[in-house]
């Protein structure tokens, strides 16, 4: 396994520009996940997909965000309209749910937004 | 809804001396527990996992947690620290009987390993 991967690993953007992250997840693993952490707190959950299908999104995602997971392999996650708040590091981790190990989840590095 | 907290934000300890990394559950339900370790610039790391085999669990690293229910609490210890324990920590739970495993942490817990 390489691990997951995340591109890019930072982003500077000025308020009400979209940005789009990519994570790329360990080959074959089924479940994706997308959490976002802010300076000092723990990964909060934003949302996790199952194959291609998106099967739960947190409140903390607004409209303003949107995640796909197309043909079930990398996802992307978009922001549109940035705005300071946003600022944070996202962070992707993937799981095969078919296996004994269905609870360990690995963690990609993770795309720090810096949004001015 | 389940929540974590860890008591200490930062943690300060000799090279050598025991770990102690504090994490407090709250859970409806009865939980799957994690830690995670997490390096300057990289992702986490699973250290161990509880999921209701033994409660004492052992993890890479020497790092070992013991679950206590009646305590509510999943604390994190290793014996002896080595300097590149140093990094931030953080205590997960999941709720156990759901199909997500999605994962709520706690706010970390800094650890500093002094020579």
């Known amino acids: 396994d390489t691990g997951v991967s995340q591109d890019p690993r930072h982003k500077i953007t000025k308020r009400g520009q979209n940005v789009t992250f990519r994570c790329d997840p360990i080959s074959e693993h089924n479940r994706l996940y997308w959490y976002r952490q802010t300076l000092g707190q723990g990964p909060e959950f934003l949302t996790y997909?199952?194959?291609?299908?998106?099967?739960?999104k947190s409140r903390l995602l607004s409209d303003r965000f949107s995640a796909e997971r197309p043909k079930g392999s990398f996802s992307t996650l978009e922001i549109q309209r940035t705005e300071q708040g946003d600022s944070a590091m996202y962070l992707c981790a993937s799981s095969l749910l078919t296996s004994g190990r269905a609870l360990e989840q690995y963690f990609g590095p993770g795309t720090r937004l810096t949004v001015t | 809804a389940q929540s974590v907290t860890q008591l200490g934000s930062h943690v300060s300890v000799s090279e050598g001396a025991l770990v102690l990394l504090r994490c407090n559950y709250s859970?409806?339900?009865?939980?799957?527990l994690f830690w995670y370790v997490q390096y300057p610039n990289q992702g986490l790391q699973l250290l161990l996992k509880?999921?209701?085999?033994?409660?004492l669990v052992k993890g890479i690293n020497g790092f070992e947690a013991e679950f206590k229910k009646s305590e509510t609490s999943f604390h994190l210890t290793k014996p002896s620290a080595h300097m590149s324990d140093a990094a931030e920590y953080f205590c997960?739970?999941?709720?156990?009987?759901?199909?997500?495993?999605?994962?709520?942490f706690g706010k970390g817990t800094l650890l500093t390993v002094n020579p």
């Open positions: 997909f199952q194959n291609e299908a998106q099967l739960e």
């Open positions: 859970s409806s339900v009865p939980p799957y």
């Open positions: 509880y999921t209701s085999a033994a409660t």
């Open positions: 997960a739970v999941s709720v156990r009987g759901g199909s997500n495993y999605k994962l709520t």
